[in-house]
């Protein structure tokens, strides 16, 4: 009897952590479950052995003015291609990681249910983004709201100027952070720690076995499946019989 329970107490626990730790949110272009995907495109490719994007999204993602959001990079001038890079690699991320549910929060929003919250991102990727567009201009800190969207794509409010970057962001914090809305959380931790995750990867994903720690260590709200909820009502009912 204890066995059994014991068994269910561990498979309920199990189903806690499973879903957090390989699914997608609920957002405009993403998949209801993660799975492979032979045909990634270019710097989405990483993702191809488990993704939460198509193959469509994928090559979208490479795009100026694509479908996905309509987003005009080239606000303030053309983008460079350094600093651009980096936009197409956090929409690859974005759009395919699997390994996000421990920040994925509920959101009321027009074009979404879901979002990101402090995604705690790797000292190295943050800095080589910033870097590579600290020569770039922009207008806003957030990239999420207030631009002006009368021709159907997003241009700078009549109230800002395009300056340079870091007058918007003077440190790399200050973009990872604020530009898309707190989605990232800055952090000091590098790439060997195990601890953040990686925007930029080869080979396997080093991102799962970083959203396991944090699902075990960090104490995150979790979201009870009802299959859970199942099992622990049944390993609960074992417990008192015996
Ligand atoms: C992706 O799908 C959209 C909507 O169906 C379509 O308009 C677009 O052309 C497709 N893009 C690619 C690259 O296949």
């Known amino acids: 009897m204890w066995l059994v329970a014991a068994l269910l107490f561990a498979l309920s626990s ?18 209801v479950e993660p799975g492979p995907e032979g045909q990634l495109y270019r710097q989405c490719a ?9 193959a469509n999204t994928s090559e979208e993602a490479h795009d100026d003015h694509s479908y996905l959001y309509n987003f005009n990079w080239n606000h303030c001038g053309t983008m460079s291609s350094q600093c ?8 690859c991320f974005y759009e395919c990681s699997p390994h ?5 929060q509920k959101v009321d929003q027009s074009w979404r249910k879901e979002r990101i919250l402090d995604v705690p991102l ?4 943050c800095e080589l983004w ?3 567009c600290k020569n770039d201009l922009t207008c806003k800190t957030n ?7 009368a021709t159907g794509a997003n241009e700078c409010p009549s109230d800002s100027q395009c300056k340079k970057w870091t007058e918007f962001f003077p ?3 200050d973009m990872c952070e604020k530009i898309w809305s707190n989605s990232y959380l800055h952090t000091d931790l590098d790439k060997t720690s195990g601890r953040c995750m990686q925007m930029w990867f080869t080979g396997p994903n080093p991102n799962k076995k970083v959203a396991e720690y944090y699902l075990q260590n960090a104490q995150q709200r979790h979201s009870f499946a009802p299959i859970t909820l199942f099992l622990l009502a049944v390993s609960t009912f074992f417990v008192i019989m015996v």
């Open 14 to 31: 199990g189903a806690i952590s499973l879903d957090k730790l390989n699914m997608c949110m609920d957002a405009k272009h993403h998949k």
């Open 46 to 54: 990483p993702w191809k052995e488990n993704a939460c994007c198509t």
């Open 84 to 91: 651009k890079r980096h936009f197409v690699q956090d929409t």
């Open 100 to 104: 996000l549910g421990p920040w994925i």
């Open 122 to 125: 790797c000292k190295e990727d």
């Open 130 to 132: 910033w870097n590579d």
């Open 143 to 149: 990239w999420h709201t207030g631009w002006n969207w």
């Open 171 to 173: 440190t790399p914090k």
